[in-house]
C-alpha cells in the first residue's frame, strides 16, 4: 500500500483480556517501530525491528507486550490482560532501510490504534 | 535517558500573526525531526534538520537547528487556520527510537 496501515483503528477490551493490534508497513521497508502515545503526549517508543529481527525491545513496559515480525513485514503487538494504563494510541512505524544507516533518516507513521481499558 | 522538551505546550494565535515554537533536547543528537499532528491522525513529518545551522522553509513554517545549543525552533509566518494542529519535535540518539517531546497544540483563531 501507499503508506503504513494499522489495524484495527479503535479496540476497546476488557480489563484483563488478550489484544492483538496489527501493523502493515509501507512494502519492502526494513525498520518496523512501535511506539505508545498516551493521551496529551508524545509517542514513547516501544520496540523495534529490522526485517523479522527484534534488535531493540527496550520500552516495552512489562512482560505483558509483545511484539513480533516473523517474516519482516507484517508485525503484530500483543497485550495480555490488559489492563487500564495500557488505554492509549498504539502508532506503528517503518523506514525503508536500517535505522540511521547512511542517508536513511525518515520515517513514516501509521495513523495509530486507539485502544480503551475498560 | 535523552529529555525534550518543547514550549509552549499550547498556543493560541491570531491569523495573520507570526510565532516560534521551541525544542531543547538534553545530550548530543544529529538529527532533530518536526511532525504534525491532527486529531485522529497519524504524524506527518514536516522537517528533518541534519546539521548545525540547518535552516528549512515549506510554505509558512521554517525550521533551524542549533546543536550548540541543543535548541531548534519552529517558525510560524502569518498563520492561518489550517496551521492549526499539534506540532512534535524529536531526536535520535545512538540508539533504534525517536525520543518526542510533549508537543504544543497551536490553534490559529481569526
Known amino acids: 500500500g501507499a503508506g503504513v496501515s494499522q489495524s484495527p483503528r479503535y479496540k476497546v477490551a476488557k480489563r484483563g483480556q488478550d489484544v492483538a493490534l496489527r501493523c502493515d508497513p509501507i512494502s519492502g521497508h526494513v525498520s518496523l517501530f512501535w511506539y505508545q502515545q498516551a493521551l496529551g503526549q508524545g509517542p514513547e517508543f516501544l520496540t523495534y525491528?529490522?526485517?523479522?529481527?527484534?534488535?531493540?525491545k527496550s520500552g516495552l513496559p512489562s512482560d505483558r507486550f509483545f511484539a513480533e515480525r516473523p517474516e519482516g513485514s507484517v508485525s503484530t503487538l500483543k497485550i495480555q490482560r490488559t489492563q487500564q494504563e495500557d488505554s492509549a494510541v498504539y502508532l506503528c512505524a517503518s523506514s525503508l532501510d536500517a535505522w540511521l544507516v547512511g542517508l536513511n533518516t525518515e520515517a513514516f507513521f501509521g495513523q495509530g490504534t486507539r485502544l480503551t481499558v475498560v | 535517558e535523552l529529555k525534550v522538551e518543547q514550549n509552549p505546550l499550547f498556543l493560541s494565535m491570531q491569523e495573520g500573526k507570526n510565532y516560534t515554537i521551541y525544542c531543547n533536547y538534553s545530550t548530543t543528537s544529529d538529527r532533530l525531526y518536526w511532525y504534525r499532528q491532527d486529531p485522529g491522525k497519524s504524524l506527518e513529518s514536516l522537517f528533518v534538520l541534519l546539521s548545525n545551522g540547518a535552516v528549512k522553509q515549506e510554505g509558512r513554517l521554517m525550521a533551524s537547528l542549533d546543536t550548540k545549543a541543543r535548541l531548534s525552533t519552529l517558525h510560524i509566518t502569518a498563520a492561518v487556520h489550517d496551521l492549526s494542529a499539534t506540532y512534535f519535535c524529536?531526536?535520535?540518539?545512538?540508539?533504534?527510537?525517536?525520543?518526542f517531546g510533549t508537543g504544543t497544540s497551536l490553534t490559529v483563531i481569526p
Open positions: 525491528f529490522q526485517n523479522e529481527a527484534q534488535l531493540d
Open positions: 524529536a531526536v535520535t540518539s545512538t540508539g533504534n527510537q525517536f525520543y
